[in-house]
DNA sequence: CAAACAATGGCAAACGTTTGCCACACTAGG
DNA sequence: CCTAGTGTGGCAAACGTTTGCCATTGTTTG
């Protein structure tokens, strides 16, 4: 057990009575200025110092219903991708003084309810990164606390997501510029919004352009689901793959690279989120990067405006393009 | 401002009214079942089960003085090597059914210090990975509140630390066995006490092997760190570059390989800490690998279970041998 | 000079729990 | 039949704050 033998902390109460004052007037004197004479303020304000009085924000947080915490719920804390996210969350947050909570929901709904409950009653509002929860449930939560949603949609709430629409897009002029005729795309979690979105703006442009796209997997979006990814990718003829995410497609790399097969001389590959690690890997990985750590910074923000219809902000993406894209190789009868 | 027009969660006075007993009844028989007749118990937590409550936890902690709340603070979230900690920190404090709260200190004691004071009031103990605070504020610290210190040692403060000292010697005698005569150390961070392990140990045993070795830096310890280690670290003439970590290193390769110079063929590069990425850059890199999930996991442990004395645990660690390292260039006159 | 008003401080009730203690009823032992 | 014990429920005081309201004083205003 967590052992309580410690000094007791000097409370609100000490401080009033060694002002000689209420503890009504102290509590004033610290956090409504404006409230008390200028000289009893001081006086208790240099008690308080001397003391060394920090306020317990439980106790705090008890009359006013605000507990200065927010509380992020990632996937995967694992995967780079939300670092910058993390990062930039945290970054605002500290601004608006206020403390982030980071938990990890391991890619499934269980997990996430059950932070949801347990924190429901200590934090001041929920950002969600790529729920798996159905939208009623992401909506009756909604009704209890503040809500903010990212890299997903649902009527009613306020939600960020990068424009992965508009990055499929640049995928697939891309690739097309460079000749392929034949894709494939390496599905993520099925059921995930980000995948669906992902693969219905892919599917839609190629089909556009004339191009023919298939959909493989779903396979675990992670460097271990790149082994199994890249066989059934190439096993499609397809002369290049997009991968769900960059952590896969790094994986797909290193498979390529195990199974001799050159990118991008015979397969391109390419990924999303551009992580840490997309710019070191080999061959370097062309991928869709987004602004991730303003979009941590936003969804703070949005958070803490509350307004109401609840803003839905699209971020613009943009496709880096590094080693791992290449002219799609002659055909084999050529 | 947030939202506060929101449903009215239920309380356990609601569930006592609605069940037809005192609050004292309610808050027993949900949480002390040996307490109350077992017909009122089932009758209670049916009502409780209907209504939907939830327990208000801030409410909980304030007459308990437990709040079910774990804070780590680490110098650097955007460093994968912290992520493993975390992550690891993160399932055993869900296995204990705590929740993490995680902080970013930026690697400087002001952060540290406000986080701490912050937060004092609202966990039941810290996970202080590389601290920057002295060694008195460390010790007043503790005295408030448990702490366990990562990757710093401090007297009468429990610890865990990876054996750099250890990992240090492993490459030493590595590199001396790939016959190299002359390193050079590419510092992190002054002041930190890893970076003072390290280099204490590398020095130790290189002249042990009568081995040259010089001390540069300090550097930042990130990817942006690398070029001008690698510059200054290549200007020493040295064979071998042992960077303070893997961020630092991966930032060395990059810009080797910009300028051209060949790895290990012409230098040889090693990091520390075995970070995500390691293993697929370019080349590979050659590093000190620790159990940093398992640390993660312990430091949680050592912070419930309390015991006195504080325990001081050393995690070993194994140099992980890849391709950024090889034998020695012949000495130019040769 | 009375009346209204602003400035200032304190009392006490909240916020949602837990828990020490007392009261009551019933049982068992003498 | 009295006493002691046990099982069960409730009252009320904590935990450390905030805040609505009242009381007192001093200051204007008509």
Redesign the pocket.
Known sequence: MLDPARR??V???DVAREA??????A??A???PG???????EHVQAVAKRLG????RL??A???GRTGMLAILVPDITNPHNFGLVRGAEAQARAASSTLIIADTQGGPELETAHLDRLASSVDGFLLAASRLSDTELQDLAERLPVVLFNRRVEGLASLATDSADGSRQIVEHLAALGHRSLAYLAGPSGGWSDAERWRALSEHAAASGIGIVRCGPFPPTLDGGPAAADVGLATGATALIAFNDLLAIGVLRRLAERGVPVPAHVSVVGYDDIFGADFCSPTLTTVAGPVDDAGRMLVDVLQAGRTPEPVITLPTHLRIRNSTGPAPAPPGG
Chains 1, 2 share one sequence.
């Open positions: 007791r902390p409370t609100l109460h000689g004052v209420a503890v009504s007037t509590s004033r610290l956090s409504d409230r008390v004479n200028v000289r009893t303020r009085y920090r306020p317990n106790a705090q008890l009359p006013t």
